[in-house]
């Protein structure tokens, strides 16, 4: 089939899930839809074969399934997997959201900045407009104030004709675009600066909130809580952990509590863990800034009260930098305030991905699920394997990476997100930790770490067998694919945010390396006198040339112009974009000349006749 008819075939699928999902009630996105239904399509007990076309009855069983499993409101897979879905297309890296929050910032004062730049104002109520806009523009680009706020307008005039007066619009019309652009920039981050100061000063700042008093109540208050969700959604999945433990050494009863789908619930509140521990991650990163631009911005208001201090002028070349330093820092409050604030949105809108967990597991099931079962941490299991490392003598053509013995160890980029590969493959989808500090296995260029050395030993005497059972488990439960980050196997499901860090490369152990050591051929510095002479004629020779100069004279030649000569200085004008036009052919249609001669012939008289006609077409007729 080819490619624009197998994608039309998959819209219409999507579409007509997603309106019978609306006609039950379901509101579903086209994204959500379309991982269920490469999730259907990949589970082998559904029966679809990816490699011939599908008929028919095969949409329609696809479509079935697929709005089946959208209507599961008490399945924790499906929530799993919504949760993923959001989290991608909601959740970016720091330095990814802070490029799109500055692009989209430019992008909306671009309209206002182009007023300003191309306008050509002459008269003086046009001249007074205009700098009326530049005031509104600097609001805008700062952020720090409304610019219909009538106190904060003036407050900002204020410091704007302190640098740049009214007087100098005319200079600045006679600017290029792109130095009208980069001037505005410049008085914006000025401006700030002196609002700033005044309002460390407690001579202005309207409308300024306190963003370092902000972000010192809102990150310790963000953290508290994630740390709280994270304890609750640990304590939860150690819980699952420990009755799935005690499902493996009893398969009896796991038939019993397969209705209850413990294994879907485990999945669902490791892969909230990990989400939680993500945006943690940012948050305490952020910690780390703010801290560090409030000891900056700090310095540099104690350095510019010394600058200004009981001087009626400064030179603009001393405070100017300080200012402009001071909106940069001021502009990194912002950033990290509207960071602050989607990470917790994000935080707040992962709590409804977790509600099947009270329908399912009520108090009193969970407890009598959990008679005479003893419920460990990930660090409790970690601590009880500390002693029982692996032999690498045991193993000649495998390789295995210890902390003592590899640069770069807590950064490796391990297998199934760090959980034990062999207990997930051998029992029915248990996740357990892996324990880095017993060994790391290093497999064609991929590492792997195990629960025990037991199981270390287990999947090192046949990898390939236990790396394909995990792939097959991850087709039944789709969830899987990107809770153990298995987008290389399964690529079409490679989520969004995963896509552009495609070419990322990740820095690699160095455990081994060549290396070679040289001695200097000249340990010490050599004392040879290059100057010096054995040969006493020689030594004749040079006294004479000495004695010789002794007697020379030496001439210097002066005039009236050069007698006064002294060092001079120039000034010319920086190089400056221009423009020119070339010659360009060009053609216009002229008429052609029609001219007829009569009479030629001659006739009854002797004397011809010859008659002109003139009938060519006049210009205008063309």
């Known amino acids: 089939m080819p490619l624009t008819q197998a994608e039309s075939v998959i819209k219409n699928i999507i579409r007509e899930i997603g309106q019978e999902c609306a006609a039950s009630g379901e509101v579903v996105s086209e994204t959500l839809i379309a991982f269920m239904v490469k999730a259907v399509v ?19 069983k696809l479509v079935k399934l697929c709005v089946t499993r959208l209507l599961d409101s008490k399945n924790p897979s499906l929530d799993t997997i919504k949760m993923q879905v959001y989290f991608d297309m909601n959740y970016t890296s720091r330095e990814d959201f802070l490029e799109e929050h500055h692009r989209v910032l430019e992008s909306r ?47 900002a005039t204020a410091a704007l004709q302190s640098v740049f007066p009214q007087a100098e619009l005319g200079t600045f019309l006679t600017l ?51 740390d709280s969700q994270l304890q609750i959604a640990q304590d939860l999945l ?42 943690l991650s940012d948050i305490l990163t952020c910690a780390q800034e703010v801290e560090m631009m409030m000891k900056q911005l700090a310095a540099q208001l104690e350095q510019l009260k010394l600058t200004v201090k009981s001087k009626t002028a400064v030179p603009t070349s001393q405070v100017f930098p ?15 305030t509207v960071l602050i604030s ?30 005479d079962v003893t419920v460990k941490t990930d660090a409790s299991r970690i601590q009880e394997q500390m002693d029982y490392k692996v032999r690498a003598s045991d193993f000649k053509k495998l390789e295995w990476l210890f902390p003592e013995t590899t640069a770069n160890f807590d950064k490796l980029l391990i297998q199934y997100r760090g959980f034990c590969g062999y207990t997930f493959a051998t029992t029915d989808g248990l996740l357990l930790p892996g324990n880095p500090t017993i060994g790391i296995l290093k497999y064609k260029e991929k590492y792997y770490t195990f629960s025990t050395r037991d199981a270390a030993y287990s999947f090192a005497e046949n990898p390939e067998n236990y790396i394909d059972l995990i792939k097959e488990k991850a087709k039944k439960n789709a969830e899987l694919i ?73 001439h210097s030649v002066q005039t009236d112009l050069s007698h006064m000569r002294r060092e001079n200085c120039s000034q010319v004008y920086p190089a400056k974009d221009a423009n020119t036009q070339t010659m360009r052919q060009d053609g216009t249609q002229v ?32």
């Open 591 to 622: 008429p052609r000349p029609q001219i007829y001669l009569a009479g030629l012939r001659g006739g009854p008289s002797k004397v011809t006749h010859e008659v002109k006609v003139d009938l060519t077409r006049a210009v205008d007729e063309t």
């Open 109 to 155: 004062l671009s309209s206002v900045s182009r007023e300003i730049t191309d306008n050509r104002a002459r008269a003086r109520e046009e001249l007074e407009s205009l700098y009326r806009k530049i005031v509104s523009y600097v609001l805008l680009r700062s952020g720090l104030g409304s610019p219909t706020d009538i106190k904060i307008v003036r407050e």
């Open 238 to 279: 150690y819980r699952y952990t420990a009755i799935l433990e005690k499902v493996t050494k009893n398969p009896l009863l796991g038939k019993e509590l397969q209705q209850y789908m413990i294994k879907e619930a485990l999945y669902n509140m490791r892969q909230y863990e990990i989400f939680l521990q993500i945006i």
């Open 322 to 336: 300080i200012f402009m330093a001071l909106a940069n820092l001021w502009t990194s409050f912002q950033d990290e």
């Open 482 to 554: 990107q809770l153990l980050e298995l987008h290389q196997q399964f690529e079409t499901l490679i989520p969004c945010s995963q896509m552009r860090d495609v070419d990322k490369h990740y820095v690699k152990p160095i455990t081994k390396c060549e290396s070679g050591t040289q001695t200097d051929t000249h340990i010490l510095q050599p004392t040879i006198v290059q100057s010096y002479e054995w040969n006493e004629w020689e030594l004749r020779r040079k006294a004479i040339k000495l004695a010789n100069l002794r007697q020379k004279i030496t």
């Open 342 to 371: 989607i990470l917790s949105n994000l935080t707040t809108h992962l709590e409804p991905f977790l509600g099947a967990h009270d329908i399912l597991f009520p108090e009193k099931v969970m407890q009598d699920l959990l008679d």
């Open 42 to 60: 990949l589970d082998p007990s559904n029966g679809f074969n990816i490699d011939r076309t599908l008929m028919k009855s095969d949409v329609q």
């Open 176 to 226: 290029s675009k792109k130095d009208k652009e980069r001037q505005l920039k410049e008085l914006t981050m000025i401006v700030t600066g002196i609002r700033l100061f005044n309002r460390n000063c407690g001579k202005g700042g309207e409308g300024i909130d306190d963003l370092p008093a902000i972000l010192h109540e809102a990150i310790p208050a963000t953290t508290q809580y994630i």
